[in-house]
């Protein structure tokens, strides 16, 4: 993913690069982070293969760096979905940086990027029902909750899983930010 670095006011959205590794480890073994998450807690060498390979052409993730400190708080899931003109967006933050608004600022940003500079026509997420803090930031973006999949999810040793799964349109984007469609 060839992805321009962005900025909000409190944060830098860029590419993950393969030194990031340790930052990744330090959040992504931790198992409170990782409870909602379909993989288990990540080792060094776990974390360095995810950094390298959100680092090359088949990223899926982009580094959440704070502004004020330049620590790397977590990553945003961003990424074409299975259908035409639809990305998946998601979030994963250290606990340290939980509760303080960052997931939903760089989701923001992401929303911005993806309607007015990619064209998408739709960007969606998931997340299981039992986590609050991530529907609530779906719904502070905006996005609606389309679908509660019941046991669709396998992930041992907890078995299956519920989803839901929320979405938003572009159409939905511009009436609410009263940004104009590029090329209208």
Not at 3 to 24: E, V
Not at 161 to 169: G, P, Q, R, S, V
Request: charged share 20%; net charge neutral; hydrophobic share 40%.
């Amino acid at each position: 993913m060839n992805f321009p670095p962005r900025t909000t006011s409190r944060l830098l959205l860029r590419s993950i690069s393969p030194g990031d590794w340790p930052a990744i480890h330090r959040y992504m073994s931790d198992p409170s982070v990782m409870a909602w998450l379909p993989r288990d807690v990540l080792d060094v060498a776990g974390a360095r293969a995810f950094a390298e390979k959100n680092a090359g052409e088949q990223a899926e993730a982009l580094a959440v760096i704070v502004a004020a400190s330049g620590e790397l708080a977590g990553h945003m899931v961003f990424h074409p979905w299975i259908v035409t003109r639809t990305h998946e967006i998601g979030w994963v933050f250290g606990t340290q940086h939980q509760r303080q608004g960052y997931a939903t600022e760089a989701a923001r940003s992401l929303l911005t990027y993806a309607f007015e500079i990619l064209g998408c026509h739709r960007v969606i997420a998931t997340c299981q029902p039992e986590n609050v803090a991530s529907w609530r930031v779906m719904e502070k973006l905006g996005m609606r909750r389309e679908g509660h999949f019941r046991a669709c999810l396998h992930r041992p040793p907890h078995g299956w899983w519920d989803e839901y799964f929320y979405a938003l349109l572009a159409e939905e984007y511009f009436a609410d930010t009263g940004c104009l469609r590029p090329g209208s």
